[in-house]
């Protein structure tokens, strides 16, 4: 068997962060396009936001992704 049998493809950049273990990535939003990937919605710390660019960047390809997250602190 060979390793392109084995490995799946990636995930949509959606479903990516839709099944994120992380409550706060499944609340973000993805748009996607033929040229880019644009993630939006709101987390409490610049962690988070990383976290969320990473998750969906093996899904991304060749298209340019946009990490549009916003930090919101409360305190």
């Known amino acids: 068997m060979s390793a392109a049998a084995v490995l799946s493809p990636p ?3 959606e479903a990516v962060l839709s099944s994120s273990p992380i409550p706060q990535l499944r609340r973000l939003r993805v748009a996607s ?6 993630i939006t919605g709101t987390v409490p710390s610049y962690y988070l936001k990383q976290m969320a660019q990473e998750a969906v960047r093996c899904a991304v390809g060749r298209r340019r992704l946009l ?3 916003q930090v919101v602190t409360v305190g």
């Open 11 to 13: 995930s949509s950049p």
């Open 33 to 38: 396009s033929d040229s880019e990937v644009v």
């Open 67 to 69: 990490n549009r997250v």
